[in-house]
């Protein structure tokens, strides 16, 4: 189980698909999205549960901590979109590559068994 990867790839397809990126940050509060709301809450919910099966093998080996299903995302993703809403607008200064390895790291030591 490589987390790491996990964050390099992730932050590979912000730097690679920068305009996607943009999009995709920018959608989450737009008005036409709430008549789907639902829908999206139950696809974040089957996401969630669907990412902790991945997960379980290695929560079982120990090589991962046991944490309640729905803190998994929280902590894996969330510092990457932080970072990646900076870097799309310019308002950090670390690179994509300090990123990487900072945040890689960062996120293995929360999630580490």
Known sequence: MEIRAVVTHHL???????????????????????????????????????????LKPHVDRGSIVRLPPDLYRPILVGPLHEFSRQWLT???????AEAQSVLADAVWRALRG
Not at 25 to 40: G, I, K, N, Q, W
Not at 90 to 96: D, E, H, P, Q, V
């Open 12 to 54: 590979k397809w912000v730097r690679d698909n920068a305009n996607w990126a943009r999009y995709l940050l920018a959608l989450r509060e737009a008005d036409f999205l709430h008549p789907a709301e639902d829908t999206l809450r139950e696809m974040n919910e089957t996401y969630t549960e669907e990412f902790a099966a991945w």
């Open 90 to 96: 310019a308002r950090g200064k670390s690179t994509m």
